[in-house]
């Protein structure tokens, strides 16, 4: 698995993932990918990035409670 960035916010079923420098989504990360916690369990699909192009947010749908993602590191 790869990281690809913390959640930063959650909101009506969906978080808000902080990518770094590292993270290039239109290279390396695409949309309708599945996201998965540090345990390999399935979180959701990034939804779409947004932002600046160097440090961009990623909208992901949730499938399960959200509230014990904020804070927490995601992979792909």
């Known amino acids: 698995m790869?990281?690809?960035g913390k959640v930063v916010s959650v909101s009506?079923?969906?978080?808000?993932?902080?990518?770094?420098?590292a993270h290039k989504p239109d290279k390396e990360i695409k949309l309708g990918e599945k996201v998965f916690d540090e345990k390999g369990n399935f979180v959701g699909n990034i939804l779409e990035?947004?932002?600046?192009t160097d440090n961009p947010f990623l909208l992901v749908s949730?499938?399960?409670k959200t509230e014990n993602y904020e804070?927490?590191?995601?992979?792909?």
């Open 2 to 4: 790869k990281i690809i």
């Open 12 to 21: 009506n079923g969906k978080l808000v993932v902080k990518t770094g420098k």
């Open 49 to 52: 990035y947004f932002g600046p």
């Open 62 to 64: 949730a499938k399960k």
């Open 71 to 76: 804070g927490k590191e995601l992979f792909i």
